[in-house]
């Protein structure tokens, strides 16, 4: 079992920045994909950014369309973390943000493609 607790969340402006973490206890995943989502009120959940697991090439990041070029997802193995670096915020941004991880190396895009999941965090963009 992993269990995963995120922090960072809050208020912040349009044009501003945020650092969501996200802590793993229990099982290692250092060898599988992991990922933020995030969901807004009246939305489905959106995938935000994957990072696959570590290889003997390192970890490859893929991203949403709508967060491209301002969040970077990246991975602390050592600390057991996963990071959600988010730059340039937009009103648009504003959900409940989750990371996810999973035993399988490759990311995916879908929610089922998940096993263990956080309890959320809220990050509001105020306009």
């Known amino acids: 079992q992993v269990q995963l607790v995120e922090s960072g969340g809050g208020l912040v402006q349009a044009g501003g920045s945020l650092r969501l973490s996200c802590a793993a206890s229990?099982?290692?995943?250092?060898?599988?994909?992991a990922g933020w989502f995030r969901q807004a009120p009246g939305k489905e959940r959106e995938f935000v950014a994957g990072?696959?697991?570590?290889?003997?090439?390192?970890?490859?990041?893929y991203y949403g369309d709508s967060v491209k070029g301002r969040f970077t997802i990246s991975r602390d193995n050592a600390k057991n973390t996963l990071y959600l670096q988010m730059n340039n915020m937009k009103p648009e941004d504003t959900a409940v943000y989750y990371c996810?991880?999973?035993?399988?190396?490759?990311?995916?895009?879908?929610?089922?493609?998940?096993?263990?999941w956080g309890q959320g965090i809220q990050v509001t963009v105020s306009s």
């Open positions: 990072i696959t697991g570590i290889s003997w090439s390192g970890s490859r990041t």
């Open positions: 229990g099982r290692t995943f250092s060898s599988g994909a």
């Open positions: 996810a991880a999973t035993p399988k190396p490759t990311i995916s895009m879908a929610s089922l493609g998940y096993d263990y």
